[in-house]
């Protein structure tokens, strides 16, 4: 009996450790952003395309939006609430004319993506992001956290009128 | 001596029904070359991201630009002329104020993709698109194919960017 309860203890502490290295391996590397402990994601870059966005004034920048495979399916199968799992990267650009593409074209016309400003993501997570629609938000500049929590605490008020679309902004683009 | 010419000339017609069919195959429409791509490449919407851009004026696009794999990797280092095996590919939506956005912002500023307009590509292939500097280019409007007096405007106008494999978009990191 005794040996069955070691045997007991062995396999809940390995299931432990395996579930909670794989818990951090799905948070990503380098320094967590504050507020709601999201770090970058690995392999963001090569995410699928969501949608692009152009936001003139004072932002003026360029957008594209990546979602992981998680993200990707929901979008296609049109299902709301995203499920956790999902995490939406927002990749942003100055929005810079391009000399080179107007010359061709024999006038002014063509906006490019300049120099990169921020990258922002959004986590599903409904148990640890509850308070918050389910969602944590992050934001990094050069690969570093570029947001206080105060900041980041602005996010989801600002996401709350698209509650019927789960505090996402970016349809998906066909 | 006879039976051996015959045997020839069998073997000859075989071989010009066989290069007949693969021509036919190869171009649908019977085109005496093939100086464009008349087929949407499959999976594309797949492909990663390589950067954006915005056409004002009459086109008034937003436009997102993907490639495969080959793409992608050529991108990432720097390597020019592009791989044979490249596709590129452009995908222009109608640029349209999105009143959603604007509402939240508190301000008239943000620009999302509307309808679908149009989706190019280009096929690297530097035997088969020798002619145009080893790209074939297609356009597609509702799924159909732009037509070839149109399709010829492609090549002399990405000329004109010849420094960089013809190709105006550079991949945004």
């Known amino acids: ?174 | 001596m006879k039976r051996f010419t015959l045997f020839l000339v069998a073997v000859a017609t075989m071989v010009g029904v066989v290069s007949l069919i693969a021509a036919a195959r190869g171009h649908t429409d019977g085109e005496p070359a093939p100086t464009f791509v008349t087929e949407i490449p499959q999976g594309y919407r797949d492909w990663k991201w390589v950067s954006s851009a915005h056409e004002a004026g009459k086109l008034n696009s937003l436009g997102a630009v993907l490639g495969n794999d080959v793409a992608i990797r050529a991108y990432r280092e720097g390597k020019l002329p592009f791989p044979d095996g490249t596709i590129i590919a452009a995908l222009h939506y109608r640029n349209v104020a999105s009143a959603e956005n604007n509402k939240v912002f508190g301000q008239a500023q943000s620009f999302v993709p509307g309808p679908p307009t149009n989706i190019q590509f280009m096929v690297k292939d530097s035997k088969k698109y020798a002619a145009t500097g080893g790209w074939g280019f297609a356009h597609f409007a509702d799924g159909k194919p732009g037509d070839a007096a149109f399709m010829k405007s492609c090549f002399p106008c990405h000329a004109k960017t010849k420094a960089t494999d013809l190709v105006f978009t550079r991949y945004a990191p």
């Open chain 1, 1 to 174: 009996m005794k040996r069955i309860s070691f045997l007991l203890v062995a396999i809940v502490a390995a299931v432990g450790a395996v579930a909670y290295t794989s818990h951090a391996f799905g948070q990503g590397a380098g320094e967590a952003a504050p507020l709601f402990g999201i770090k970058i994601p690995p392999g963001y870059r090569d995410w699928k395309l969501i949608s692009v966005a152009h936001e003139a004034g004072d932002l003026n920048d360029f957008r594209a939006v990546l979602g992981n495979d998680v993200a990707i399916k929901a979008f296609r199968d049109g299902k709301l609430p995203l499920p956790d799992g999902t995490i939406i990267a927002r990749l942003a650009w100055s929005y810079v004319p391009s000399e080179e593409n107007n010359k061709v074209f024999g006038r002014e016309q063509s906006f490019i993506a300049g120099s990169p400003t921020n990258v922002q993501f959004m986590v599903k997570d409904s148990i640890k992001y509850a308070s918050t629609g389910g969602w944590g938000f992050a934001q990094f500049k050069n690969g570093k956290p570029d947001a206080d929590a105060a900041t980041l605490k602005k996010c989801f008020p600002c996401h709350e009128p698209v509650k019927a679309r789960d505090f996402v902004f970016t349809q998906y683009a066909p």
